[in-house]
């Protein structure tokens, strides 16, 4: 029953269910460690449990890579340096990884910043549905993307694209005065732009493939979650010292120093948290890269799945510990983003008959 083959639809099913299961249970947790201590929550502040929670997933998405030595790429040609023989791609899979360690921290710093948590969800999701369909029209020019982009999944943009903006044309959704504020555009610039240029080398590797060269999503992911890692640790060590080093007083760096030197009560809890939030990335990672499929479609099945997850996410901790129930903007979103969802299946059922003519399936 569980058992398919890579590339097909059965295996992107499972991927989907795996990623919406533990990205349900990483926004349980996120609510629940951030809730008011008043009301018998933890009330973690967004930064520690950024830290806590980063150091669980980012631990056991390590463990993963070197236990299972994913880590040996397999490669369409290798360069030798200092006497290795090291595999071409490392040349933009480690930039690919330290993008990956700037998205990291700036997802959560996105709320914390003066802007409505509304706003930075339609900025955070939309932009990558967008930035997807973009990625796509550039290779397709280059002519590293030899597919065509189909008409089911560009309508099924639109449809999502009104599914992450519901919230401001229906809800409070605070407006953009937020890009008055340099932090928050330094940190949204940030985002978006690290997020495009990874998108934009997952798809280069995986349109890339030489003839009988293995598309390697597990070596991929290995390189860039230990690139990660040494750009998250260096950051890391160096915004802790960073009062020694540059006299730096500020109240982020301060929360951040704090989180390691008087932690708070139930970190160990939340690092356990964070676990859930390591193995999404595994998901999340496996899905934008999926073979066969345009990043338009990939980009539109990892954030419609999250979009699903984090309404159901909300539900829970409403009927589980008392929140906030979804609003009535959730629900018509959810409506929209359900017709994207038709739309894509259409998409997947054409592209698999494409795959399947080509014998690449």
């Given at each position: 029953?569980?058992?398919?083959?890579?590339?097909?639809?059965?295996?992107?099913?499972?991927?989907?269910?795996?990623?919406f299961?533990?990205?349900?249970?990483?926004?349980?947790?996120?609510?629940?460690?951030?809730?008011?201590?008043?009301?018998?929550?933890?009330?973690?502040?967004?930064?520690?449990?950024?830290?806590?929670?980063?150091?669980g997933?980012?631990?056991?998405?390590?463990?993963?890579?070197?236990?299972l030595?994913?880590?040996?790429?397999?490669s369409?040609?290798?360069?030798?340096?200092?006497g290795?023989?090291?595999?071409?791609?490392?040349?933009?899979?480690?930039?690919?990884?330290?993008?990956?360690?700037?998205?990291?921290?700036?997802?959560?710093?996105?709320?914390t910043l003066?802007?409505?948590?509304m706003?930075?969800?339609?900025?955070?999701?939309?932009?990558?549905?967008?930035?997807?369909?973009?990625?796509?029209?550039?290779?397709?020019?280059?002519?590293?993307?030899?597919?065509?982009?189909?008409?089911?999944?560009?309508?099924?943009?639109?449809f999502?694209?009104?599914?992450?903006?519901?919230?401001?044309?229906?809800?409070?959704?605070g407006?953009?005065?937020?890009?008055?504020?340099t932090?928050?555009?330094?940190?949204?610039?940030?985002?978006?732009?690290?997020?495009?240029?990874?998108?934009?080398i997952?798809?280069?590797?995986?349109?890339?493939?030489?003839?009988?060269?293995?598309?390697?999503?597990?070596?991929?992911?290995?390189?860039?979650?230990?690139?990660?890692?040494?750009?998250?640790f260096?950051?890391?060590?160096?915004?802790y010292?960073?009062?020694?080093?540059?006299?730096?007083?500020?109240?982020?760096?301060?929360i951040?120093?704090?989180?390691?030197?008087?932690?708070?009560?139930?970190?160990g809890?939340?690092?356990?948290?964070?676990?859930?939030?390591?193995?999404?990335?595994?998901?999340?990672?496996?899905?934008?890269?999926?073979?066969?499929?345009?990043?338009?479609?990939a980009?539109?099945?990892?954030?419609?799945?999250?979009?699903?997850?984090g309404?159901a996410?909300?539900l829970?901790?409403?009927?589980?510990?008392?929140?906030?129930?979804?609003?009535?903007?959730d629900?018509?979103?959810?409506?929209?983003?359900?017709?994207?969802?038709?739309?894509?299946?259409?998409?997947?059922?054409?592209?698999?008959?494409?795959?399947k003519?080509?014998?690449?399936l």
């Open positions: 029953m569980w058992k398919t083959e890579e590339g097909s639809t059965g295996r992107l099913i499972q991927l989907c269910l795996g990623y299961v533990f990205y349900v249970i990483t926004g349980v947790t996120v609510k629940y460690f951030l809730g008011s201590a008043d009301q018998g929550f933890p009330g973690m502040h967004d930064l520690e449990y950024l830290v806590y929670s980063t150091i997933g980012n631990l056991l998405a390590l463990a993963v890579v070197l236990v030595r994913w880590y040996k790429l397999q369409n040609n290798s360069v030798k340096f200092l290795m023989n090291l595999p071409v791609e490392l040349i933009y899979i480690i930039p690919s990884g330290i993008c990956t360690a700037v998205v990291i921290p700036t997802t959560t710093l996105m709320y003066p802007i409505s948590v706003v930075a969800m339609v900025i955070m999701r939309g932009s990558i549905i967008i930035i997807s369909r973009i990625i796509d029209a550039i290779q397709i020019k280059q002519g590293i993307l030899k597919k065509r982009v189909y008409k089911e999944e560009n309508i099924a943009v639109v999502a694209l009104l599914a992450v903006a519901i919230n401001i044309f229906w809800g409070k959704g407006g953009f005065d937020f890009i008055y504020n932090a928050a555009m330094v940190i949204l610039i940030s985002y978006i732009t690290a997020y495009f240029i990874r998108i934009y997952m798809n280069y590797y995986k349109n890339t493939r030489g003839k009988n060269v293995k598309q390697d999503n597990k070596g991929f992911f290995a390189i860039e979650q230990i690139s990660a890692t040494i750009t998250m260096t950051a890391g060590l160096i915004l010292y960073s009062y020694e080093l540059f006299g730096s007083h500020n109240m982020q760096i301060t951040f120093r704090e989180a390691f030197d008087n932690p708070r009560p139930m970190w809890w939340a690092v356990i948290a964070g676990l859930a939030f390591g193995i999404v990335a595994f998901f999340s990672v496996f899905i934008f890269m999926f073979k066969g499929r345009t990043a338009t479609f980009g539109l099945v990892n954030r419609l799945t999250s979009l699903i997850a309404t996410a909300t829970i901790f409403y009927i589980s510990f008392g929140g906030k129930p979804p609003a009535v903007e629900w018509i979103s959810l409506i929209f983003i359900f017709i994207a969802v038709g739309f894509i299946t259409i998409a997947e059922k054409k592209r698999s008959a494409e795959l003519a080509l014998k690449e």
